[in-house]
C-alpha cells in the first residue's frame, strides 16, 4: 500500500509556475515509477508525466514538453512537477500515480492502483 499527498497548486497568473509536490509514504518509494495525470472540468483524466524508478527516464504529454519538468528525490520519497509558462489550458486538478517500476518501460508508463488525492491548479488569463 502507498499513501500519497499532492500539495503546491494554486491560483497564478498565465505564463507564472508552480511546482507541485507528491508525499509517498512508503519507504520503498525507489522502487516505483511515478507520474503525474491532471483533470480538467468535464473532461477524462489525462497523462501528464511520467519518472522511473532511479529518475533515470522521463516520458511527457506533447501539451507540456518544454513547460514541465518532472523529478524525483528518493531520499524524501517526493515526485516533483515543476510547471512554467503556465496556460490557461493547464487549468485541472493534478493527480499523482504510483506504479510498479516495471510499469515503465520503453517511455511508455502503465497506470498503477496508487493515487493521491489531487491539488487545484488554476491558470487565470
Known amino acids: 500500500q502507498v499513501q500519497l499527498v499532492e500539495s503546491g497548486g494554486g491560483l497564478v497568473q498565465a505564463g507564472g509556475s508552480l511546482r507541485l509536490s507528491c508525499a509517498a509514504s512508503?519507504?520503498?518509494?525507489?522502487?516505483?515509477?511515478m507520474a503525474w495525470f491532471r483533470q480538467a472540468p468535464g473532461k477524462e483524466r489525462e497523462f501528464v508525466a511520467a519518472?522511473?524508478?532511479?529518475?533515470?527516464?522521463?516520458t511527457y504529454a506533447d501539451s507540456v514538453k518544454g513547460r514541465f519538468t518532472i523529478s524525483r528525490d528518493n531520499a524524501k520519497n517526493t515526485v516533483y512537477l515543476q510547471m512554467n509558462s503556465l496556460k490557461p489550458e493547464d487549468t485541472a486538478v493534478y493527480y499523482c500515480?504510483?506504479?510498479?517500476?516495471?510499469?515503465?518501460?520503453?517511455?511508455?508508463?502503465?497506470?498503477?492502483?496508487?493515487w493521491g488525492q489531487g491539488t487545484q491548479v488554476t491558470i487565470s488569463s
Open positions: 500515480n504510483a506504479a510498479p517500476s516495471t510499469s515503465y518501460s520503453g517511455s511508455i508508463y502503465y497506470t498503477g492502483n496508487y
Open positions: 512508503r519507504r520503498t518509494f525507489s522502487s516505483y515509477a
Open positions: 519518472i522511473s524508478w532511479s529518475g533515470d527516464s522521463t
